[in-house]
């Protein structure tokens, strides 16, 4: 329905009002020429295919990939997590990142609680209180993210208070300074569509952070600690990939091509990944394998989101196959190079691919190259250059952030769980309960 018919469909319903005892009930004119129900819809939806992303999507995909004593754990964080976040979204972190009369660094407190939140969000057809919502999902599955990173031995009181630290120190900020008109894309003109530099760089470098605190898993890496239900792993996997088209298609904020040229581009990325992943698994292991082609789809989807928007469909197929090459290296790199216990690869999947795809974009984006082109007066070196920024202050801001906030929450809830209780599994030690009973 365009602006026009909305703005017939105002003035008759205002004059019936006039005669009617329920004129109170009628809307503005304003709310019915300014808010496009079409656009509204497919973020409501885009909403629910964000959250199914965490749950169950995340919880299937990490649970699957850890041991059985340790599944329902895996579970409750995520949930626990969730909670805790979409509270302080509302309370305070909407009005920190997207807050007006705020600043380059941080938005303005007029929003607490969702407050005098305007009736279109500006630059687009929707309810604030709608693309709040659908922030909100993005700010429930950035920390959740990480989960995958100290899987096996967190102890969860630490994961709840840090969590919900992070997001108001850590995320907030840095989606105002990329989203909320903050100074990366004020002054630099940095980019990202759907959030490789938010989202993906966030978790992934804290990840990374927060494994090297907490230490390596006892017995790792001497002993092999294999995924318990990889059945489990590709149905997560698969929930993911589904959600993604809200999480990037849902990035447009309207129901047009953007959205569907969004979408098209992110099951090409991650479509070839798998395949690329797939075929790496064949040459270097011998066996192609289910783990194998869920986790080269997540490392296509992650690469391909700072770019979704902006590139050619061929462009996301050049994105999945160096997704694939670059998260499947840093994890031989991650793991047995360095020796660092990221239990679940989230930097080498979610970091790498991130921060790959938002380098990527600045190539991609040329007009010659089939994107949408750049815009006041950019090129690929000054896009470069912006993104780069982005990058580096983001990982920078996230790694002091996530050491500071982690050893901080320590000092109250020790970060580990003691060795006895690893050995025995956090499922039945932390909670009292097991995910399978066999007997």
């Known amino acids: 329905m365009t602006s026009g018919m909305f703005l017939r469909l105002g003035i008759g319903l205002c004059a019936f009002a006039a005669a009617s005892p329920a004129a109170a009930q009628v809307p503005p004119i304003e709310t019915l020429a300014l808010n496009d129900s079409g656009d509204t819809a497919w973020i409501l939806t885009a909403s629910a295919l964000v959250l199914l992303m965490t749950l169950p999507g995340l919880g299937l995909f990490y649970g699957g990939?850890?041991?059985?004593?340790?599944?329902?754990?895996?579970?409750?964080?995520?949930?626990?997590?969730?909670?805790?976040?979409?509270?302080?979204?509302?309370?305070?972190?909407?009005?920190?990142?997207?807050?007006?009369?705020?600043?380059?660094?941080?938005?303005?407190?007029?929003?607490?609680?969702?407050?005098?939140?305007?009736?279109?969000?500006?630059?687009?057809?929707?309810?604030?209180?709608?693309?709040?919502l659908f922030q909100m999902t993005f700010a429930v599955i950035t920390p959740a993210l990480m989960i995958g990173a100290w899987v096996d031995r967190a102890r969860f009181g630490w994961v709840v208070g840090f969590c919900a630290l992070w997001g108001i120190v850590v995320y907030?900020?840095?989606?105002?300074?990329?989203?909320?008109?903050?100074?990366?894309?004020?002054?630099?003109?940095?980019?990202?569509?759907?959030?490789?530099?938010?989202?993906?760089?966030?978790?992934?470098?804290?990840?990374?952070?927060?494994?090297?605190?907490?230490?390596?898993?006892?017995?790792?890496?001497?002993?092999?600690?294999?995924?318990?239900?990889?059945?489990?792993?590709?149905?997560?996997?698969?929930?993911?990939?589904?959600?993604?088209?809200?999480?990037?298609?849902?990035?447009?904020?309207?129901?047009?091509?953007?959205a569907s040229s969004a979408i098209i581009t992110t099951h090409l990325a991650a479509s070839t990944a798998a395949l690329a992943w797939l075929l790496v698994e064949k040459f270097t292991v011998g066996k192609a394998t289910s783990v194998g082609w869920a986790t080269g789809a997540i490392a296509g989807l992650?690469?391909?989101?700072?770019?979704?928007?902006?590139?050619?469909?061929?462009?996301?197929?050049?994105?999945?196959?160096?997704?694939?090459?670059?998260?499947?290296?840093?994890?031989?790199?991650?793991?047995?190079?360095?020796?660092?216990?990221?239990?679940?690869?989230?930097?080498?999947?979610?970091g790498v691919g991130g921060m790959l795809g938002s380098l990527l974009l600045a190539f991609a984006l040329a007009d010659t190259l089939g994107g949408t082109g750049y815009v006041d007066g950019m090129n690929i070196g000054r896009q470069l250059v912006a993104q780069l920024a982005g990058i580096g202050a983001v990982?920078?801001?996230?790694?002091?952030?996530?050491?500071?906030?982690?050893?901080?929450?320590?000092?109250?809830?020790?970060?580990?769980?003691?060795?006895?209780?690893?050995?025995?599994?956090?499922?039945?030690?932390?909670?009292?309960?097991?995910?399978?009973?066999?007997?």
């Not at 990329?178 to 980019?191: E, H, I, K, M, P």
């Not at 690469?303 to 050049?318: D, E, K, L, R």
């Open 65 to 132: 990939l850890v041991r059985a004593k340790n599944f329902l754990s895996v579970l409750l964080q995520l949930g626990a997590v969730a909670a805790v976040a979409s509270v302080l979204w509302v309370a305070v972190g909407y009005t920190l990142a997207f807050g007006p009369s705020g600043n380059g660094w941080i938005g303005g407190g007029l929003n607490l609680m969702l407050h005098e939140l305007g009736n279109v969000r500006q630059m687009t057809l929707i309810p604030e209180s709608t693309f709040a």
């Open 172 to 258: 907030a900020p840095v989606a105002h300074w990329v989203w909320g008109g903050g100074w990366l894309a004020s002054r630099f003109g940095t980019l990202d569509f759907a959030g490789g530099i938010v989202v993906h760089t966030t978790a992934g470098v804290s990840a990374l952070v927060v494994a090297l605190l907490l230490g390596k898993r006892t017995g790792w890496p001497k002993s092999l600690m294999l995924p318990h239900a990889p059945a489990l792993t590709m149905a997560g996997a698969a929930l993911l990939w589904v959600g993604w088209f809200g999480f990037n298609g849902g990035s447009a904020l309207t129901a047009t091509d953007d």
């Open 302 to 350: 992650a690469t391909i989101t700072p770019a979704a928007g902006y590139v050619s469909p061929a462009a996301a197929i050049v994105f999945g196959i160096l997704a694939a090459l670059a998260c499947y290296g840093a994890i031989q790199l991650v793991k047995q190079k360095l020796l660092i216990d990221d239990s679940l690869d989230v930097f080498a999947v979610h």
């Open 395 to 439: 990982a920078l801001w996230s790694a002091v952030g996530t050491a500071i906030l982690a050893l901080m929450v320590g000092l109250v809830f020790p970060m580990r769980v003691s060795e006895d209780e690893e050995r025995e599994g956090l499922d039945i030690t932390s909670h009292g309960e097991r995910a399978w009973e066999l007997d």
